[in-house]
């Protein structure tokens, strides 16, 4: 079975029912209650038994009854995906410490949290087990106007590492993906209540011709694509796989700065004879 936090919308939503097809029970924690019933939902059309439970896991204490519930109702944990999160533009300077305390709450404190509390039911059960952290590929590069943000998926990545290693004796694995632009709710202004794609707002022809010259697949990622990866490293698939992390994100993380220029040639400004 297992734990997704941020599972009612977007990437979590997406690796809640990816696993669930693959036969998986879930408990789906999402701050956002609508979000958690709903995906819960589908879970249940999938045959296998759901648990959704509306918590804010920037509560630590939130985060240790997510895990006391899964306990009780399934009695186990195999899977946990860590991959609740979020943020806003705005440079370093103009955020407030409230506004950087609660990034890393939200985006750091949360992981720590949830993998405390789910660990020594992995431990104890014998089992081995998944962890799969979602940072971001703003933890592997310069991220202007998310600063506090790139740091806590840095944080993430290296908490993966690390812990790879620490839990590496229990057959507990620890890995990570590093998505790009996916679309999701959150991207496209469906950012509180139901996932509703009517309200979304769809990017114009600039926006979409700019991320074609950005990313060399040419189009954003969707969130059924992450969730495959996700699929992979919790599945007996990856068993040889921990401290792994993975990039899905079209092949930016691989451009390094190189745009496609007007006549869709690569160069490292974007700019024709650059």
């Known amino acids: 079975m ?21 036969g998986a029970h879930i408990v789906i924690a999402d701050v956002i209650p609508e979000r958690c019933e709903e995906t819960a939902a589908r879970v249940r059309e999938l045959g296998r038994e759901a648990l959704p439970v509306p918590a804010d896991v920037t509560d630590t204490g939130q985060v240790n009854a997510i895990v006391e519930q ?8 195999d899977i946990l995906v860590n991959n609740a999160g979020g943020t806003g533009r705005k440079p370093f300077l103009e955020q407030s410490e409230r506004s950087w305390r609660r990034h890393i709450d939200l985006n750091l404190v949360s992981v720590l949290a949830a993998t405390s509390a789910a660990v020594p039911v992995m431990i104890d059960g014998g089992r081995g087990g998944s962890i799969i952290n979602i940072s971001s590929i703003e933890g592997t ?17 290296n908490f993966t590492r690390s ?4 839990l590496s004796a229990h057959g507990i694995r620890v890995n990570a993906i590093t998505p790009d632009y996916i679309v999701t709710p959150g991207t496209r202004g469906n950012i509180s209540g139901p996932v ?5 707002i769809e990017p ?8 074609a010259r950005r ?3 040419g189009r954003p990622g969707t969130d059924e694509e992450c969730a495959n990866v996700a699929l992979f490293l919790a599945s007996e698939m990856s068993a040889y796989l921990t401290g792994v992390i993975i990039p899905v994100d079209g092949g930016t993380s691989a451009s390094s700065g190189w745009f496609r220029d007007e006549h869709g ?4 400004s974007g700019l024709s004879g650059a």
Not at 70 to 77: A, L, P, S
Not at 141 to 157: D, E, I, Q, S, T
Not at 196 to 200: G, L, P, V
Request: charged letters at 15%.
């Open 2 to 22: 297992a734990i997704v936090t941020g599972g009612g919308g977007g990437i979590g939503r997406a690796i809640a029912l990816a696993c669930a097809k693959a």
């Open 204 to 211: 114009g022809e600039a926006h979409e011709k700019a991320t």
């Open 141 to 157: 590069r310069a991220a202007p106007n998310f600063a506090v943000y790139g740091a806590c998926k840095a944080g993430m990545l």
């Open 70 to 77: 899964t306990c009780e109702q399934f009695g186990r944990i």
């Open 265 to 268: 040639n690569w160069s490292l």
């Open 215 to 217: 990313i060399p697949l």
């Open 196 to 200: 509703d794609q009517s309200t979304w």
């Open 163 to 166: 812990l790879a290693l620490e």
